[in-house]
């Protein structure tokens, strides 16, 4: 390849990455635990309720396993059935990083290249035993569990938090999962 081509190239890649950032929209920042042990949360999680979006459509039985990898990452796995608990398998391996201080509950989570989105642990429970996890927009919240189902006590206390926090829950999809 030529120097102009590589030129050219490198100025196209350095354009389109302009306008991603130019153009997203201004966000406030979520809030999040400030008291994360990333050894505790590590592990499998259920995913108990989710806002719809394209990369997890039509997807049932879907779990998030987070393991530490070599590098200090964390190693992310997403997993779950198309369309039904007994359907084909489908996973997506990711990686995480801690965007601040190892206790806060932000991290970085990417699942192509070097693009991360923010994943916020707006709340989680004292034993981890459930996690809301959210981000800078709105159109992102996920309701985690250690187990497949979850007490509707439980249930309602996440979704007043979540609404608490301006989370309009119409259109929240309560996963279905395999019983242990």
Same mark, same amino acid.
């Given at each position: ?46 995913? &108990? ?27 992310? %796995?997403?997993?779950?059935? !198309? ?11 990711? !990686? ?19 693009? @991360? ?18 981000? !800078?927009?709105?159109? @992102? ?5 250690? &187990? ?8 309602? !206390? ?8 301006? @989370?309009?829950? %119409? ?10």
């Amino acid at each position: 390849m030529n120097k102009n081509k590589i030129l050219s190239l490198a100025g196209l890649v350095l354009a389109i990455l302009a306008l991603f950032f130019i153009l997203q929209p201004t966000m406030a920042q979520r809030p999040y635990i400030k008291d994360l042990d990333l050894n505790r949360y590590l592990g499998v999680w259920y995913e &108990t309720a989710r806002f719809p979006h394209s990369f997890e459509r039509g997807l049932v039985g879907v779990t998030a396993t987070y393991s530490l990898r070599p590098d200090g990452r964390i190693k992310v %796995e997403n997993a779950g059935f !198309k369309e039904r608990l007994d359907g084909e398998r489908s996973m997506a391996l990711g !990686k995480a990083k801690l965007a601040g201080s190892p206790t806060d509950g932000h991290l970085k989570v990417s699942f192509f290249l070097f693009f @991360y989105a923010d994943y916020f642990i707006m709340d989680l429970d004292p034993d981890y035993k459930w996690a809301l996890i959210g981000s !800078k927009s709105d159109k @992102y919240l996920w309701i985690l569990s250690r &187990t497949p189902q979850m007490d509707d006590v439980t249930y309602k !206390k996440i979704l007043d938090k979540a609404r608490g926090l301006g @989370y309009d829950l %119409e259109q929240l999809y309560k996963v279905p999962q395999k019983a242990l």
